[in-house]
């Protein structure tokens, strides 16, 4: 039990605040930043401005048919708001965020969640990473990251950290949050990763890791900041057993 009050406690805060002080103040004309949602009206409009704070200025929210104002927030935030293709689910967001990005002249594919917990300035430096060619993809890691007191409970930290170790097993790698909603691709990574990924839920991150490995791209690690959530959570115990059980899948592909 003391080992797991201990791995609660470490790297927490009594909160991240959402600032972006530091931050150069270059744009990324370069780069898309897509943002899936769903009923995200509490938390879309303050992730749109802090983005836009951080120099990326070609937002484009991919939303799962919200019943309440995401849209409309969204777009008065200046973000271009598409709704998903493929049906239901985080990952038909995605996917339709990438074969959009594949449309458009941009280099980099930057991907955060819309509930308020990730840190857009977090991004800078994982697309950095890109620009230096040191990797073709970079997830950000909430469990290295400090976390605002509260943003994770102690069930999604163990789950997350058990199905990274049991993932970046096969490919004797070392990863600690492969489950993140903070991701970076070049274009190349998206052209190789895109075909292959069939994804409709939240297994939609176990598949990106997964075959962007296969794939043989160079996929690397950053500690990324992590907020308690605006709104309420979809990713329900259910929802968690449903990932636990397509971590196996993607073990035994």
Known sequence: ??????????????????????????????????????????????????????????????????????KVVAANGGAKVVDQEFGKGKGCGVRTGMRLFLEEPAVVLCIIDGDGTNVPADLIDMRSMLQAGDADVVLGSRTRGRRESG???????????????LLAAKFRRYFTDIQTGYWAFTRPAVQR?????????????????????QEG????????????????????FKLRLRNLYYAFKFLSS
């Open 151 to 165: 943003a994770m409970n102690w069930l999604s930290l163990i789950s997350n950290r058990t199905v990274s170790f």
């Open 217 to 236: 791209l160079r996929v690397e690690e950053l500690p990324v900041r992590f907020r308690r959530r605006k709104g309420r959570t979809k990713f329900n």
């Open 1 to 70: 039990m003391s080992t797991l009050v201990t791995l609660m406690a470490e790297n927490t805060d009594p909160a991240v605040q959402p600032v972006v002080e530091g931050v150069s103040q270059k744009t990324f004309p370069d780069t898309v930043v897509m943002i899936p949602t769903l009923n995200e009206e509490e938390a879309i409009e303050t992730i749109i401005s802090e983005t836009r704070e951080c120099g990326f200025t070609r937002i484009l929210v991919v939303d799962g048919f919200s019943s309440d104002g995401t």
């Open 193 to 213: 990763v895109y075909p292959n990924i069939q994804s409709m839920g939240f297994e939609i991150e176990l598949e990106l890791f997964t075959k962007s490995l």
